[in-house]
């Protein structure tokens, strides 16, 4: 998946892996490059996406193994 607009472009992977006892491990990869202002503010996006991402994954699990 891939964001090309915004100021901060960005890439995301995911990987999906059979575990025993019918689990799922699921592998996710960002990386983007900040440009402009979003540069300056880059450690403070970096610690909210990475907030932001725990959320929603720990959200996505609660809804998947309902």
């Keep these: 998946?891939?964001?090309a607009e915004g100021p901060f472009?960005?890439?995301?992977?995911?990987s999906w892996e059979d575990l025993s006892g019918g689990r799922t491990r699921m592998t996710l990869q960002s990386s983007g490059q900040p440009t402009g202002?979003?540069?300056l503010?880059?450690?403070?996006?970096?610690s909210s996406?990475?907030?932001?991402?725990r959320k929603d994954l720990a959200?996505?699990?609660?809804?998947?193994?309902?």
């Design 59 to 66: 959200r996505l699990k609660t809804i998947l193994e309902a």
């Design 37 to 39: 202002l979003s540069l």
């Design 9 to 14: 472009p960005m890439e995301t992977a995911f």
């Design 41 to 46: 503010l880059a450690p403070l996006l970096r």
């Design 1 to 3: 998946m891939s964001r």
């Design 49 to 53: 996406m990475k907030r932001s991402g």
